[in-house]
């Protein structure tokens, strides 16, 4: 009888936060598919922004915009996120650019970079080539050039659609603008994340 209780009890107390990481995914999702409505210039220029919630003209942009664009929709700033997060633990994170300090006008807006936060705030999971694996509202990161070489890195958001391939379809800006792609394991995955709404909302 007590095994019964205790199975019970860790059902009801678990519920609640799967039925809120699903609502949550369910979001980020719908946010992302709305990013394809906008039409958007590759453009990686360096332009001064605002902090908080700053942002480049809303026509033009790179893959990590549509990340930021879609939680900004949840209320989710990513830029100052980021940029706490570099302030109090600056050497943890990529050095690729040569830099001394946070700069709020780019740090987000850079993959290597929304990689390293989201695996400090303990979002990662495993890399896997079963496309079960991959839910709504996860954020999925590669490296363009694969076992090629070189480092070109991207990235892009899980959506609830499915493609015929039955892969789930993936929001991203590989240079057209946002689009929704089935393009789940066209390249090498160097990173998965689940985020969660706790941990990034007040």
Sequence with gaps: MHRTLVAVSVVIFAT?????TADFGAAVSAAA????E??????PAYVPLDYPMGDVAADKG?????IVRALRK???????LVHEDMSAAFNQYPAHWGLSRP???????RVPNLEKYFARRGFSLAISDNAADYKPGDIVAWN?????GGWLPHIGIVTDRFAPSGRPMIVH????????????????????YRLRAEPLTP
């Design 173 to 192: 800006n590989i240079g057209a603008g946002p689009k929704l792609e089935d393009v789940l394991f066209d390249w090498s995955m160097t990173g998965h």
């Design 103 to 109: 700069d709020t006008n780019i740090d987000h807006r």
């Design 144 to 148: 363009l050039n694969g076992a090629s």
């Design 16 to 20: 609640p936060a799967l039925a809120q």
């Design 38 to 43: 906008h039409r958007v210039t590759y453009d």
């Design 33 to 36: 598919i709305e990013r394809t």
């Design 62 to 66: 790179v893959c990590a915009d549509v």
């Design 74 to 80: 949840l209320d989710i700033d990513l830029q100052k």
